[in-house]
């Protein structure tokens, strides 16, 4: 297991395109998160999942943006009618449940919106 | 809500120098507390992490304490390398979620 896997590690879309990002956990993770992160900033909550139940979302998270976890394995991150403003770095983290806490990132998918 | 806060922003060492940064959180109930290294154009990387029930933990040149009472935590880097160079996250999160709040984070700057 190589860890978190994220595609597309670069994207750029113009702005009012939909996007989608793909996030795959270490394979035996059953919590995963996405987290946003702007320049020179640190992380920002999304998001987390439980297996195939999504826990927990931010007021981050708009109307806009949704993520799904089918089967409990990868996940995905859409982000319809792309604004400027959701130009930032995406990143997806996992972590073992039943008191394991630390949690893993993967490289992230950097969004920009022109 | 959880809130961290991180000082310094930035930080110029000398190499073989020791480092400290420094991160205060609000939330009583914040339990667990890792530290991140994040790299230019790479995700953040565990370097090392503590539990509130444990006051110091040290790996190699790298310790982190926490101080409960005055919800305060810190990274400790001794004998700095060049390759120390690099953004440094402290995190905070809550028993149950799991979910991490992050510091505004400090650049580390290791000078041969």
């Known amino acids: 297991d190589t860890g978190v896997s994220q595609d597309p590690r670069h994207k750029i879309t113009k702005r009012g395109q939909n996007v989608t990002f793909r996030c795959d956990p270490i394979s035996e993770h059953n919590r995963l998160y996405w987290y946003r992160q702007t320049l020179g900033q640190g992380p920002e909550f999304l998001t987390y999942?439980?297996?195939?139940?999504?826990?927990?979302k931010s007021r981050l998270l708009s109307d806009r943006f949704s993520a799904e976890r089918p089967k409990g394995s990868f996940s995905t991150l859409e982000i319809q009618r792309t604004e400027q403003g959701d130009s930032a770095m995406y990143l997806c983290?996992?972590?073992?449940?039943?008191?394991?806490?630390?949690?893993?990132f993967g490289q992230g998918t950097r969004l920009t919106v022109v | 809500g959880e809130n961290v806060e991180q000082h310094p922003s930035t930080l110029s060492v000398q190499e073989g120098d020791s480092a400290v940064i420094k991160c205060t959180y609000s939330?009583?109930?914040?339990?667990?507390f890792p530290w991140y290294k994040q790299e230019l154009g790479k995700g953040p990387q565990l370097i090392i992490d503590?539990?509130?029930?444990?006051g110091e933990k040290k790996d190699q040149r790298i310790a982190v304490t926490l101080n409960k009472t005055a919800k305060h935590f810190s990274l400790h880097i001794t004998e700095t390398q060049p390759e120390d160079s690099a953004v440094y996250f402290c995190a905070a999160s809550i028993r149950g979620t799991d979910k991490l709040i992050f510091g505004t984070g400090t650049r580390l700057q290791v000078f041969p």
């Open positions: 939330d009583s109930a914040s339990n667990y």
């Open positions: 999942f439980q297996n195939e139940a999504q826990l927990e």
């Open positions: 983290a996992s972590s073992y449940l039943q008191g394991h806490t630390e949690a893993f």
């Open positions: 503590i539990r509130s029930n444990v």
